[in-house]
């Protein structure tokens, strides 16, 4: 068990440009979650995978922002045209079975998003 | 929607001594879970206990304990024995089914 992996730890990007941050969920979980926090905030709930499919897309995921996770294995989120409101961590977590808060809900340590 | 209120935004204790982080929710839900997340500077949220609200008895880990009065939709969470390793943001967590709702965190101090 190495745990989630988010990759990269931290990402400077110009205003306009894309990113794509990935990650890697514990082998055996079957659920995935994208979380957002901005500096001195808690962590906010933006969508959901259970295998390949995804469940759920919070209103704070606009339409600039895409999540995939083909063949129910990592993720990607993507931000397109980013703005400076986007800078935030990037948190991912993954848990397993039908009650995800049963088996334990593991957090990565985050992707760090700068829009300069 | 869920909300969940952690009134203090920071709190200071002495190495040794005991300091508790209060925390409200509101929901209308009946079977649901509850947790307190420490996050450190390094970033990574971790566990550091859960509550299921359908148990009466208050869990506890270790030095880490919890006062859960569910009319109060209250959940506060005690630090025994403080250590300088403690220090970090506390965060407390309301789940159901498979999201969690985040208060604004506690940021704990620890004074040697």
């Known amino acids: 068990d190495t745990g989630v992996s988010q990759d990269p730890r931290h990402k400077i990007t110009k205003r306009g440009q894309n990113v794509t941050f990935r990650c890697d969920p514990i082998s055996e979980h079957n659920r995935l979650y994208w979380y957002r926090q901005t500096l001195g905030q808690g962590p906010e709930f933006l969508t959901y995978f259970q295998n390949e499919a995804q469940l759920e897309k919070s209103r704070l995921l606009s339409d600039r922002f895409s999540a995939e996770r083909p063949k129910g294995s990592f993720s990607t989120l993507e931000i397109q045209r980013t703005e400076q409101g986007d800078s935030a961590m990037y948190l991912c977590?993954?848990?397993?079975?039908?009650?995800?808060?049963?088996?334990?809900?593991?957090f990565g340590s985050g992707t760090r998003l700068t829009v300069v | 929607a869920q909300t969940v209120t952690q009134s203090q935004p920071e709190m200071s204790v002495q190495e040794a001594e005991t300091v508790t982080l209060s925390c409200t929710y509101d929901t209308s839900e009946s079977d649901y879970y509850l947790f307190w997340y420490k996050q450190p500077p390094s970033r990574q949220m971790i566990l550091v206990i859960r509550?299921?609200?359908?148990?009466?008895q208050n869990a506890t880990e270790n030095r880490f304990s919890v006062n859960f009065q569910k009319a109060a939709k209250s959940f506060s969470l005690k630090i025994s024995d403080s250590q300088l390793g403690d220090a970090a943001m506390y965060f407390c967590?309301?789940?159901?089914?498979?999201?969690?709702?985040f208060g604004a965190g506690t940021t704990v101090t620890v004074r040697a």
């Open positions: 509550q299921e609200a359908y148990k009466q």
């Open positions: 977590a993954s848990s397993r079975g039908q009650t995800s808060f049963n088996y334990g809900y593991t």
């Open positions: 967590a309301y789940g159901n089914d498979y999201k969690l709702s």
